[in-house]
């Protein structure tokens, strides 16, 4: 099964741009928009059972048609990684993505069953399918994480990372982008601190204390997302070991609140701050705000300055991040807009 798809979706690359691109039409039910692709399915004929293979070969054409255009909608990072959940919750299910398909070739070829189809995909039942199957962060606008966490040994600067590593790696686990911190749109900075506490009735082990005091905070607005201070003692045979280890134990046990905090944060606050060049007057700010706020994706907006011909505003989301306003006001037509650049929770742009 997974063989298969991954056949198919290797093939996406390669034919998404004949079976995918211009072909898109109205569906049957014009609440529906679908996706028209061409592709090809083949069983082994066993035993002589012609008619078996036929409907095998008839399945596995429409598992390929659906993997053509889940090839096309998902990243291959997606793919790669949830290869096993697409192919049980998608491609195993044709009939419910999709509407109707023709049969264009069917033929023996040796021992095998070929048959060539042409389907239309539901394209947005399809999507909100795929949805389902993004990891929280993705949903709130997959922002890149970056770290910058001081260390210290009975107060000594240091140039490990311990703590940082514990803390990224809870982050990367919860489906976070993990990046440099000068190109991150959170930063997770604080200090971790570690001193000798004692080797008394330890019998020949070290025993260290750490403190954690770290916080995510946004970059461009500098948004205090979460904070979270946390303590634990490291035991070990010697005074590096021992240091190491409660440095480690105590970014255990703040990764996971803060972690959580941090997603509890971008649901309650997300947060797109949106630089608007080429505004002539305040009148063209006003109406830019007018149509701003009759967004339904947008909970509100306010400005935060202008001057020069730019503004500066902030857009409060119900949901995801500076990809999809961006994508909200290049649809708009009141007001034309060019976007210039995109993160995850700043965009620039101006006015036309």
């Avoid at 995918?20 to 399915?41: H, L, Q, W």
């Avoid at 630089?275 to 149509?291: E, R």
């Amino acid at each position: 099964m997974i063989k298969s798809l991954t056949l198919a979706l290797s093939a996406a690359v390669l034919v998404a741009a004949a079976g995918c691109g211009g072909t898109r039409k109205t569906s049957i039910n014009p609440a529906y928009e679908t996706e028209v692709v061409e592709a090809e399915g083949m069983a082994p004929v066993v035993d002589g059972n012609l008619e078996g293979a036929r409907k095998t070969a008839l399945g596995e054409a429409m598992k390929n048609a659906l993997g053509l255009v889940v090839g096309v909608y998902v990243s291959q990072d997606a793919l790669v990684s949830k290869s096993i959940l697409i192919d049980e919750s998608i491609t195993s299910q044709t009939e419910g993505y999709i509407e109707k398909y023709e049969t264009l070739k069917e033929w023996r070829d040796g021992e095998f069953y070929k048959t060539r189809i042409r389907a239309h995909v539901r394209k947005e039942d399809l999507a909100a399918k795929l949805r389902t199957l993004e990891t929280e962060p993705q949903k709130l606008g997959n922002p890149v994480v970056g770290f910058d966490i001081k260390e210290s040994v009975d107060s000594k600067p240091q140039q490990t990372n311990y703590a940082e590593l514990e803390i990224k790696n809870k982050f990367s686990e919860a489906g976070f982008i993990t990046g440099e911190k000068d190109k991150a749109d959170i930063v997770i900075k604080g200090e971790a601190q570690t001193s000798f506490n004692t080797r008394e009735g330890l019998g020949g082990f070290v025993s260290y204390r750490a403190g954690i005091s770290i916080s995510g905070v946004k970059q461009g607005s500098l948004q205090t997302l979460a904070s979270v201070q946390e303590s634990a003692g490291g035991i070990d045979l010697n005074d590096i070991a021992a240091a190491r280890a409660s440095l480690i134990n105590a970014a255990k046990k703040a990764a996971e609140p803060l972690k959580e905090k941090v997603l509890a944060a971008l649901r309650e606050k997300s947060i797109v701050r949106l630089n608007l060049a080429n505004v002539k007057t305040m009148n063209d700010l006003s109406d830019f705000t007018k149509l701003l706020r009759n967004i339904p994706a947008v909970r509100a907006s306010w400005v935060r300055g202008f001057s020069g011909g730019a503004a500066v505003l902030d857009v409060a989301m119900h949901k995801g991040g500076a990809a999809d306003l961006s994508q909200l006001l290049m649809k708009n037509s009141k007001r034309p807009v060019k976007i210039n650049r995109t993160s995850s929770y700043d965009l620039d742009a101006e006015l036309q």
